[in-house]
């Protein structure tokens, strides 16, 4: 299985601030990794799929880059309603598997 | 607006089987792959499966052997069977459709979930 370790798995930043949250694959998979978000007691919301395409509809200060064994995502501006635990996921080979989480709190 | 939910009984025996349903509204099941996917208590997410709605499954080894996903496309629903239960598979259980882009699967709906405890 494809191991997906995420860091940090948590931190704590302001209002405005410019948040990364960095993924990374046991084995280089390409662009296959979606971004999701998961708010308390709801069900993931997809963010990113492909590493790097933002669903429609979604703020555009969410973006996701990289591929092979390092992505990256990045909130330019976090905003309070961005509190959320953050999942990246691989979609590269069977069975897909998501990282740990990184649980984002605001100031 | 495509939306999933799950139903099934909300507490299983060690050693049955748990048996959930998820039902599609709003689209068509056909033409795409559904997933279930469950989270423990606190836990990180875990893919159990996928079935198209032509009836071709893939699933996790590591359930394998106790997993078995059908669909039906006249009810356009979709089932989950875990045989065997354990304290271990206590978790919310999410269904997910799971969109193909260029061979990039992502899940882009996914129903509320249910939580299911495995206790005596």
């Known amino acids: 299985d494809i191991q997906m370790t995420q860091s940090p798995s948590s931190l704590s930043a302001s209002v405005g601030d410019r948040v990364t949250i960095t993924c990374r694959a046991s084995?280089?998979?390409?662009?296959?990794l979606n971004w999701y978000q998961q708010k308390p007691g709801k069900a993931p919301k997809l963010l990113i799929h492909a590493a790097s395409s933002l669903q429609s509809g979604d703020p555009s200060r969410f973006s996701g880059s990289g591929s092979g064994t390092d992505f990256t995502l990045t909130i330019s501006s976090l905003q309070p309603e961005d509190s959320a635990t953050y999942y990246c996921?691989?979609?590269?080979?069977?069975?897909?598997?998501f990282g740990q989480g990184t649980k984002v709190e605001i100031k | 607006q495509v939306q999933l939910q799950e139903s099934g009984p909300g507490l299983v025996k060690p050693s049955e089987t748990l048996s959930l349903t998820c039902t599609v509204s709003g689209g068509s099941i056909s033409s795409y792959y559904w997933s279930w996917i469950r989270q423990p208590p606190g836990k990180q997410l875990e893919w159990i499966g996928y079935?198209?709605?032509?009836?071709?499954?893939n699933y996790n080894p590591s359930l394998k052997s106790r997993v078995s996903i059908s669909v039906d496309t006249s009810k356009n629903q979709f089932s989950l069977k875990l045989s065997s239960v354990t304290a271990a598979d206590t978790a919310v259980y999410y269904c997910a459709r799971t969109r193909d882009y260029s061979t990039k699967y992502y899940f882009d709906y996914w129903g509320q979930g249910t939580l299911v405890t495995v206790s005596s």
């Open positions: 079935i198209y709605y032509s009836g071709d499954t």
């Open positions: 084995q280089s998979i390409s662009s296959y």
């Open positions: 996921q691989q979609s590269y080979s069977t069975p897909w598997t």
